[in-house]
């Protein structure tokens, strides 16, 4: 045990000083460059980028997003975006070869006051440091910045930053109205994408796809991007969707980006949740049904823990009180977009 | 014998109960679980590490019936990498006909993240002149 602790005092420290060294590295590489205030619900995050590339690679996400230099108020955090065919490679990690971990967790380095890891098919470096508030993410080049990145930019560093102000970023999407808004949870592949994407049929606004901050005192929740996933199958079924595709190349799913609609997103800057739907792909859709709350934390729960780097119990935390803030429900989401979007409305409206 | 202690393995295991029915999250082999109400009282009984001997005071009392199934649960939780035991935690026998009238616990186990991990395996990194790793995989 005091060897262990011995141990992870040292991680600590040379964590630290490497903090330091990067910190000074990012500041000087951004000094004159692009800068940017991202809006999520109540707070703003500064963006400082080394250049033009950096900020237009992720910036187009966040579009209405995106807050004028005369807002209010101290950010809530600050990010440096650097890439390394700009300003060169970031200092020397103290870690060695063998320290690579699933989920681009750095064994024995990082911890809830220092959170870092390392996405190896990228060759990006993402690190937060939770007493000052400011975080870096540091990758090779904006020509290889993937789509999913694109679409759904610094999620590490988003959920970091968040987490340090009580707001939890979930895998999950967002669909609602004035009357309120409905969390879509569960794995990839149950229909939440689609779902969400039906649900203008209605009169619903998607609010998120993919992810989503939500805030645990509501809850409420806020988008995090402005754009969402569609696959081809989801194209077919919603056409509407052609109209809004997104000028980036597909996924190597196959994903195509879609531009949601920028009018509910720059006007509900925050959603009162009223429930928790669990969309199971099924032959027709049918009336959403009350399920267990363990049922909702089982869907909500694993697939955002395990999807970002970094978790914690102040996640687990959050989403169990956001859990337990809301009524939960299944939804059987037949093929058939218009049945879908009703079955949401009549669910918010009832909840409302 | 020494006494046996067992010990919920957090926070590699996240837990939370919901109206009486727990969730438990692996996060490191990607599993997680749901509890029925009978599992889940035990889990709760478990507390932040307790005896054997005060763990079925707590749950089972005095019937000796229950223990077989205590025990099974107990074998399963360590099986799964829920719980630490320290010393040794007597046989489970199996479930017999005679038994039958006696609740089991039930522990259902979801697998569909398990791919996360295995998906993301431990790799064999080579280091460029600067420590980190080499553009060995293209990016996406």
């Known amino acids: 045990l005091a060897d262990g602790l011995a141990a992870e005092r040292v991680s600590a420290l040379a964590l630290a000083t490497f903090s330091q060294r990067l910190f000074g590295a990012a500041g000087a590489a951004t ?82 006051s220092m959170e870092v890891c390392f996405q190896l098919a990228t060759g990006t470096l993402v690190l937060w440091d939770a007493a000052t508030r400011r975080g870096v993410w540091w990758t090779r080049s904006a020509d290889a910045i993937p789509m999913w990145e694109r679409i759904m930019p610094l999620r590490a560093l988003l959920r970091w930053a968040l987490r340090s102000v009580d707001v939890a ?91 949601l609609d920028e009018t509910p997103l720059r006007a509900a800057s925050s959603m009162v949740l009223r429930g928790i739907v669990l969309p199971q792909i099924g032959q027709r859709t049918a009336a959403a049904r009350a399920v267990p709350r363990a049922a909702a934390m089982a869907a909500l729960a694993p697939t955002t823990l395990f999807q970002l780097p970094g978790s914690r119990p102040a996640d687990q935390r959050m989403l169990a009180e956001i859990t337990r803030a809301l009524p939960a429900f299944s939804l059987a989401v037949g093929p058939a977009p218009d049945a879908v979007a009703a079955a949401l409305s009549d669910l918010l409206g009832a909840l409302a | 014998m020494p006494e046996c202690l067992l010990t919920p393995r957090r926070p590699a295991v996240l837990d939370e109960v919901f109206d009486g029915e727990a969730v438990l999250v692996n996060l490191e082999t990607g599993l997680y679980y749901a509890l029925d109400p009978l599992a889940s009282q035990w889990w709760t009984a478990l507390g932040h590490g307790t005896t054997l ?13 229950a223990e077989p199934a205590l025990l099974r649960y107990l074998h399963r939780l360590a099986d799964e990498a829920l719980v630490d035991v320290a010393g040794t935690l007597p046989r489970a026998p199996a479930a017999s ?16 993240m398990e791919d996360l991990l295995l998906l993301d395996p431990i790799h064999d990194i080579d280091l460029d002149g600067s420590g980190w790793p080499t553009a060995s995989q293209p990016s996406v």
């Open chain 1, 31 to 112: 000094e004159g460059g692009p800068t940017a205030l991202l809006r999520v619900g109540a707070h703003a995050i500064r963006l400082r980028f080394a250049s033009s590339a950096a900020a237009a690679g992720v910036l187009p996400a966040w579009g209405p997003l995106l807050a004028d230099g005369s807002a209010e108020g101290t950010p809530l955090a600050e990010l440096f975006v650097v890439t390394s065919d700009h300003c060169g490679p970031p200092p020397s990690p103290p870690w060695g070869a063998q320290a690579y971990r699933p989920r681009d967790e750095i064994d024995g380095f990082g911890d809830a």
């Open chain 2, 53 to 65: 001997a005060a763990l079925r005071a707590a749950t089972i009392g005095d019937d000796a019936r």
């Open chain 1, 169 to 259: 970023l979930i895998h999950g999407a967002v669909v609602g109205s004035e009357r309120g808004g409905l969390l879509l949870a569960g794995a990839g592949g149950v229909g939440k994408s689609t779902t969400a994407l039906a649900a203008p049929r209605a009169g619903l606004f998607t609010l998120a796809d993919d992810y989503a901050a939500v805030a645990p005192a509501g809850p409420v929740a806020s988008p995090v991007t402005a754009f969402a996933k569609a696959t081809e199958r989801t194209i077919e079924l919603l056409p509407e969707l052609s109209s809004r595709l997104a000028p980036l190349a597909p996924t190597p799913e196959g994903k195509r980006a879609i531009v």
């Open chain 2, 97 to 112: 006909a005679a038994e039958q009238t006696t609740a089991e616990p039930s522990l259902q186990v979801f697998r569909d």
